[in-house]
């Protein structure tokens, strides 16, 4: 079966979707033709591999100035018609590059399907016959928009388990470099400068770069305890994290951010706003979902046990291996094999 996965927000690299080229090579492994696509801002066609198996073909951009949801590309839309895959599937939807592919589809159409970010519902999942989604809620909202006949299954995210094992192993021995760790890029959505109310009372590590890292870098002023350590390598993100007591992450809206699983999966438990996270977590997996007026008082008082947060932290690690291990991507390409071929 020929398979193609588009990732729909463009750039020149992999970066974040290291998750669906291990899907690609897994289904190269079983035996199909599985590429990678994407929209970028260089002039012409490049051609890459990823794990020696999967072909990355990276498009240029009609307008390399447009904003990212808003940015097609005639080549990839040509390449695309041309291949005639059995399946496409998009990561993301809301991007115009998705209704751009599909107008140019002749019947019979491919298979199509979409992997889901923080967006669930947009006009183009009547085009789906299959969907990745994040949560059980991000599911309910797939099934209420385009019925319960829809085919739709949670995928794990990617965690590098060879660099978070390693990681684990080490925080085991070492003293916490860090009370708190923030990952994530500077954006109002984000809400980093929530943290401030902790500027000053804890040593404090932020990962990430973005447009309001002013504001936060401002707020942070004469308090020596706190470190921006910029954007950093996803094993150089394990690494901090592993060097942390506890993750706060005060987001105002998100799907299920992969920095708290990676967290979780280094033995790092996690504190985030409970409106903000569509995922469900209870007792067991490392995460207390709080609401905004609690989050100063839940973070100091698991800073202060000591114990309570150690044990905290291996159940979230245990939670993450189950429910993100290796093994489960290995799972999520044999159902999208199964999902496009039914």
């Known amino acids: ?160 388990w060879t660099v978070a094992d390693r990681v684990h192993a080490e925080r085991q021995d070492q003293a916490p470099h860090y009370d708190i760790i923030n990952v994530g890029s500077f954006e109002a959505r984000k809400n980093q400068i929530a943290l401030r109310p902790f500027f000053g009372r804890f040593s404090i590590a932020l990962v990430g770069g973005g447009e309001t890292l002013g504001e936060v870098a401002a707020a942070a002023a004469g308090h020596d305890r706190i470190r921006f350590l910029g954007a950093l390598p996803n094993a150089d993100v394990l690494a901090q994290l592993g060097r942390a007591r506890l993750m706060v992450h005060p987001s105002l809206w998100e799907g299920v951010p992969r920095a708290l699983i990676e967290s979780l999966a280094c033995g790092t438990p996690v504190v985030a706003h409970a409106a903000a996270i569509q995922g469900r977590f209870g007792d067991g997996t490392g995460v207390r979902l709080v609401g905004t007026d609690e989050l100063g008082t839940t973070v100091a008082s698991l800073l202060s046990d000591p114990g309570t947060l150690r044990q905290f932290g291996e159940d979230g690690r245990r939670f993450a291996q189950r429910e993100h291990g290796a093994h489960r991507l290995l799972e999520a390409a044999r159902h999208v094999a199964e999902m496009a071929a039914g």
Do not use: W
């Open 1 to 160: 079966m020929k398979i193609r996965i588009v990732l729909s927000h463009p750039a020149s690299d992999l970066f974040g979707e290291i998750r669906e080229a291990v899907i690609a090579r897994e289904l190269a492994r079983q035996g199909h033709d599985a590429a990678v696509y994407r929209m970028s801002d260089g002039g012409t066609v490049r051609r890459d591999m990823f794990a020696g198996l999967v072909p990355l073909v990276y498009f240029p951009a009609d307008d390399r100035a447009a904003a990212p949801h808003r940015a097609v590309s005639t080549a990839l839309r040509g390449a695309l018609t041309t291949d005639a895959p059995d399946a496409i599937v998009f990561k993301g939807i809301g991007y115009d590059i998705v209704a751009f592919v599909l107008a140019a589809l002749t019947h019979p159409r491919p298979k199509i399907g979409f992997i889901l970010g923080g967006n669930a519902v947009e006009p183009e999942l009547a085009a789906a016959r299959f969907v990745f989604a994040e949560s059980g809620s991000q599911v309910a909202a797939v099934r209420a928009a385009a019925g319960t006949g829809i085919a739709c299954r949670i995928l794990p995210k990617f965690v590098d």
